[in-house]
T-cell receptor
Framework: KAGVTQTPRYLIKTRGQQVTLSCSPI?????VSWYQQTPGQGLQFLFEYFSETQRNKGNFPGRFSGRQFSNSRSEMNVSTLELGDSALYLC??????????????FGEGSRLTVL | GQQVMQIPQYQHVQEGEDFTTYCNSS?????IQWYKQRPGGHPVFLIQLVKSGEVKKQKRLTFQFGEAKKNSSLHITATQTTDVGTYFC?????????????FGTGTRLQVTL
């Protein structure tokens, strides 16, 4: 069974640009969560999608957005990039049950550097 | 909002010594999960604890969930160099609708020979 696939793995952008990251969950997983990981802040929850609907959202500005497609693949977008957006963006898929998150299966991440 | 803190932030041990990391949530949890992230890698699920006072073992790893379901610990007996990494707890409040898994700050473990 293929794991969670994230693309691109590495990217460099400049301030003010926008970026789109993609995540393909494990087959059959309908929940996709996104996390931002930085050395100082640890793993910060961005948002969770389930069946194409955003179920939950973390405390990030509106520049961070996401969506999920009917095949459960998800994308996140960051507009007007700032230096502080440099981070590892992790996507995780899960089989949620009874409203709880369930075990998360993480992808390798997309490492974004903003210059 | 919910906060999950872990202590210590960093621990350096010699191989064979024991190691413990503690996780404390500001709110009562439905369940708690533990993850390990090797240097340069991504978090990998270790275990989930659901019941108050639950204790689970995986070889040299022992996980505990507090009676009040607000704290948890991970204890590693006789550490090995393969234990190197950052250990995260993640609390699930399970409000009954959509849950938001909140990760702890992590404890980085370094093991030397």
């Amino acid at each position: 069974k293929a794991g969670v696939t994230q693309t691109p793995r590495y990217l460099i952008k400049t301030r003010g640009q926008q970026v789109t990251l993609s995540c393909s969950p494990i087959s059959g997983h309908r929940s996709v969560s996104w996390y931002q990981q930085t050395p100082g802040q640890g793993l910060q929850f961005l948002f969770e999608y389930f069946s194409e609907t955003q179920r939950n959202k973390g405390n990030f500005p509106g520049r961070f957005s996401g969506r999920q497609f009917s095949n459960s693949r998800s994308e996140m977008n960051v507009s007007t990039l700032e230096l502080g957006d440099s981070a590892l963006y992790l996507c995780a898929s899960s089989l949620p049950s009874s409203g709880s998150t369930g075990e998360l299966f993480f992808g390798e991440g997309s490492r974004l550097t903003v210059l | 909002g919910q906060q999950v803190m872990q202590i210590p932030q960093y621990q350096h041990v010699q191989e064979g010594e024991d190691f413990t990391t503690y996780c404390n949530s500001s709110t009562t949890l439905s369940n708690i999960q533990w993850y390990k992230q090797r240097p340069g890698g991504h978090p990998v699920f270790l275990i989930q604890l659901v019941k108050s006072g639950e204790v689970k073992k995986q070889k040299r790893l022992t996980f505990q969930f507090g009676e009040a379901k607000k704290n948890s610990s991970l204890h590693i007996t006789a550490t090995q160099t393969t234990d190197v990494g950052t250990y995260f707890c993640a609390g699930d409040p399970n409000t009954g609708t959509a849950s938001k898994l909140t990760f702890g700050t992590g404890t980085r473990l370094q093991v030397t020979l």
